[in-house]
C-alpha cells in the first residue's frame, strides 16, 4: 500500500541535543512538509519542499532544518536551538508542486518530548 | 493578521442526527478550501475539497458548502454514526501553503 511512514513513533531529547524525525514516501509525490500540532492548535507549517533538492521555510522555521535530497524522503531535524520542541510533528506530501487542488497524506506522526 | 476559526467546544449530537460544523476564515481568499478528519494520535485524513466557485460538494453522508462572501464553510455529517466521532480540520490553500484551523471534536452518541 502506498503512503506515509514517519518513524520513531515517540521520540525523546535531552537538553542540548540535536534529533532526526524520519518521513518516507511511497506515492511519488513531488510536495511534502513538516507541521507541528500543539494541544488546542491547529496545524502550523515548519517547513515544506516542491521537489528535490530544494525547500522553503514555513512560518515556524525557527530551531529545525530539513533536507530533501531523495524524492521520497524529507527529514526534519530539531535542534537545540529550539526551545519549546514537545509537540506531535505530522510529515505530508501532495501530488505535484503542491497546488490547493491536491489533498495532502498525512504520516501518523512523531511525539516528541524533553527529558 | 490571517485567522481560521473552527468552534473550539466540541460538539455532542445523538446518532442519526446531522452534525454541522463551521470553518471561518479572515484575511484570505482562498482558491481551495479542504476538510480532514484526525483520530487521537493519528495524522489527519483528507475528506473533502471544494473549490471557490464551487457553492456545495458531496460526498455520501459528507456535505461541505463554502461562501466567499460570508468568509465561511460548513460542514455536514447526515445520519451520523458513532464511528463518525474524530476531530475535524478544515485547511485553506494560501500563497503555496496550507493553513490549518485547529479543528472541532466531534461526539456522536449512540
Known amino acids: 500500500d502506498g503512503g506515509i511512514t514517519q518513524s520513531p513513533k515517540y521520540l525523546f531529547r535531552k537538553e542540548g541535543q540535536n534529533v532526526t524525525l524520519s518521513c518516507e514516501q511511497n506515492l511519488n509525490h513531488d510536495a511534502m512538509y513538516w507541521y507541528r500540532q500543539d494541544p488546542g492548535q491547529g496545524l502550523r507549517l515548519i517547513y515544506y519542499?516542491?521537489?528535490?533538492?530544494?525547500?522553503q521555510k514555513g512560518d515556524i522555521a525557527e530551531g529545525y532544518s530539513v533536507s530533501r535530497e531523495k524524492k521520497e524522503s524529507f527529514p526534519l531535524t530539531v535542534t537545540s536551538a529550539q526551545k519549546n520542541p514537545t509537540a506531535f510533528y505530522l510529515c505530508?506530501?501532495?501530488?505535484?508542486?503542491?497546488?490547493?487542488?491536491?489533498?495532502?497524506?498525512f504520516g501518523d506522526g512523531t511525539r516528541l518530548s524533553i527529558l | 493578521s490571517q485567522k481560521i476559526e473552527q468552534n473550539s467546544e466540541a460538539l455532542n449530537i445523538q446518532e442519526g442526527k446531522t452534525a454541522t460544523l463551521t470553518c471561518n476564515y479572515t484575511n484570505y481568499s482562498p482558491a481551495y478550501l479542504q476538510w480532514y478528519r484526525q483520530d487521537p494520535g493519528r495524522g489527519p485524513v483528507f475528506l473533502l475539497l471544494?473549490?471557490?466557485?464551487?457553492k456545495e460538494k458531496r460526498k455520501e453522508r459528507l456535505k461541505v458548502t463554502f461562501d466567499t462572501t460570508l468568509k465561511q464553510s460548513l460542514f455536514h455529517i447526515t445520519a451520523s454514526q458513532p464511528a463518525d466521532s474524530a476531530t475535524y480540520l478544515c485547511?485553506?490553500?494560501?500563497?503555496?501553503?496550507?493553513?490549518f484551523g485547529s479543528g472541532t471534536k466531534l461526539n456522536v452518541k449512540p
Open positions: 471544494i473549490r471557490e466557485n464551487e
Open positions: 519542499s516542491q521537489i528535490v533538492n530544494d525547500f
Open positions: 485547511a485553506l490553500y494560501n500563497f503555496n501553503k496550507f493553513y
Open positions: 505530508a506530501s501532495s501530488a505535484g508542486n503542491s497546488g490547493g487542488h491536491q489533498p495532502q497524506h
